[in-house]
Nanobody, 120 residues
Protein backbone atom coordinates (compact mmCIF):
# COMPACT_ATOMS: atom_id res chain seq x y z
CA UNK A 1 0.00 0.00 0.00
CA UNK A 2 0.99 3.59 -0.58
CA UNK A 3 2.16 5.37 2.54
CA UNK A 4 2.29 9.10 3.14
CA UNK A 5 4.55 10.49 5.85
CA UNK A 6 4.24 14.12 6.87
CA UNK A 7 6.97 16.04 8.60
CA UNK A 8 8.07 19.59 9.31
CA UNK A 9 5.46 20.63 11.82
CA UNK A 10 6.29 22.25 15.09
CA UNK A 11 5.96 25.35 17.21
CA UNK A 12 6.42 28.71 15.52
CA UNK A 13 5.76 32.30 16.52
CA UNK A 14 3.11 34.38 14.75
CA UNK A 15 4.56 35.77 11.54
CA UNK A 16 7.01 32.92 11.26
CA UNK A 17 7.36 30.23 8.61
CA UNK A 18 7.35 26.47 8.34
CA UNK A 19 7.75 24.06 5.48
CA UNK A 20 5.80 20.83 5.66
CA UNK A 21 6.84 17.76 3.71
CA UNK A 22 4.85 14.74 2.62
CA UNK A 23 6.84 11.79 1.34
CA UNK A 24 4.90 9.32 -0.81
CA UNK A 25 5.93 5.73 -1.31
CA UNK A 26 5.66 3.81 -4.57
CA UNK A 27 5.88 4.85 -8.20
CA UNK A 28 2.49 6.48 -8.72
CA UNK A 29 3.40 9.87 -7.29
CA UNK A 30 3.54 11.71 -10.67
CA UNK A 31 -0.15 11.00 -11.40
CA UNK A 32 -1.57 11.80 -7.98
CA UNK A 33 -3.40 14.93 -7.08
CA UNK A 34 -1.74 15.93 -3.83
CA UNK A 35 -3.70 17.92 -1.30
CA UNK A 36 -3.03 19.40 2.10
CA UNK A 37 -5.87 19.54 4.60
CA UNK A 38 -5.88 20.66 8.18
CA UNK A 39 -8.00 20.09 11.23
CA UNK A 40 -7.93 22.33 14.25
CA UNK A 41 -8.87 20.91 17.62
CA UNK A 42 -12.65 20.71 17.84
CA UNK A 43 -13.15 21.73 14.21
CA UNK A 44 -13.84 19.86 11.03
CA UNK A 45 -11.21 19.12 8.43
CA UNK A 46 -10.70 21.88 5.90
CA UNK A 47 -9.01 22.18 2.55
CA UNK A 48 -5.70 24.04 2.44
CA UNK A 49 -4.06 23.58 -0.96
CA UNK A 50 -3.64 21.10 -3.78
CA UNK A 51 -1.40 20.45 -6.74
CA UNK A 52 -2.46 18.27 -9.67
CA UNK A 53 -0.43 15.96 -11.86
CA UNK A 54 -0.01 18.78 -14.40
CA UNK A 55 1.18 21.17 -11.66
CA UNK A 56 -1.98 23.23 -11.45
CA UNK A 57 -2.47 24.58 -7.95
CA UNK A 58 -5.42 25.71 -5.89
CA UNK A 59 -5.61 27.32 -2.46
CA UNK A 60 -8.19 28.10 0.12
CA UNK A 61 -8.87 31.83 0.17
CA UNK A 62 -7.38 32.33 3.62
CA UNK A 63 -4.11 30.75 2.52
CA UNK A 64 -3.62 32.62 -0.75
CA UNK A 65 -0.48 34.72 -0.71
CA UNK A 66 0.86 33.01 2.41
CA UNK A 67 1.05 29.31 1.54
CA UNK A 68 2.68 27.66 -1.45
CA UNK A 69 2.26 24.03 -2.46
CA UNK A 70 4.81 22.33 -4.66
CA UNK A 71 6.04 18.87 -5.53
CA UNK A 72 9.40 17.31 -6.25
CA UNK A 73 9.09 14.34 -8.59
CA UNK A 74 12.63 13.15 -7.92
CA UNK A 75 11.92 12.97 -4.20
CA UNK A 76 8.30 11.75 -4.36
CA UNK A 77 7.50 14.58 -2.02
CA UNK A 78 4.96 17.37 -1.85
CA UNK A 79 5.69 20.48 0.18
CA UNK A 80 3.66 23.18 1.82
CA UNK A 81 5.59 26.37 2.45
CA UNK A 82 3.75 28.39 5.07
CA UNK A 83 4.66 32.02 5.61
CA UNK A 84 3.27 34.72 7.87
CA UNK A 85 1.70 32.13 10.09
CA UNK A 86 -1.17 33.11 12.33
CA UNK A 87 -2.51 31.54 15.52
CA UNK A 88 -5.59 30.40 13.60
CA UNK A 89 -3.30 28.26 11.43
CA UNK A 90 -2.76 26.00 14.42
CA UNK A 91 -3.96 22.55 13.41
CA UNK A 92 -2.93 19.07 12.46
CA UNK A 93 -1.98 19.15 8.79
CA UNK A 94 -2.74 16.08 6.71
CA UNK A 95 -1.43 15.06 3.32
CA UNK A 96 -3.69 13.29 0.82
CA UNK A 97 -2.95 11.50 -2.45
CA UNK A 98 -5.80 10.90 -4.86
CA UNK A 99 -6.00 9.13 -8.20
CA UNK A 100 -8.81 7.70 -10.29
CA UNK A 101 -8.54 5.45 -13.30
CA UNK A 102 -11.41 3.92 -15.24
CA UNK A 103 -9.76 0.52 -15.14
CA UNK A 104 -8.00 0.42 -11.79
CA UNK A 105 -10.53 2.44 -9.85
CA UNK A 106 -9.92 4.99 -7.14
CA UNK A 107 -6.90 5.43 -4.93
CA UNK A 108 -7.15 7.68 -1.90
CA UNK A 109 -4.42 7.76 0.75
CA UNK A 110 -3.85 9.77 3.89
CA UNK A 111 -0.90 10.49 6.09
CA UNK A 112 -0.96 10.51 9.87
CA UNK A 113 -0.66 14.28 10.12
CA UNK A 114 1.84 16.72 11.53
CA UNK A 115 1.07 19.25 14.24
CA UNK A 116 1.54 22.94 13.55
CA UNK A 117 1.26 25.27 16.52
CA UNK A 118 1.46 29.03 16.04
CA UNK A 119 1.87 30.78 19.36
CA UNK A 120 3.99 33.39 21.07
Amino acid sequence: QVQLVESGGGLVQPGGSLRLSCAVSGNMFPVYTMTWYRQALGNEREFVAEVTNDDSTNYADSMKGRFTISRDLAENTVYLQMNNLKPEDTAVYYCNAYYHDIFTGQEDYWGQGTQVTVSS
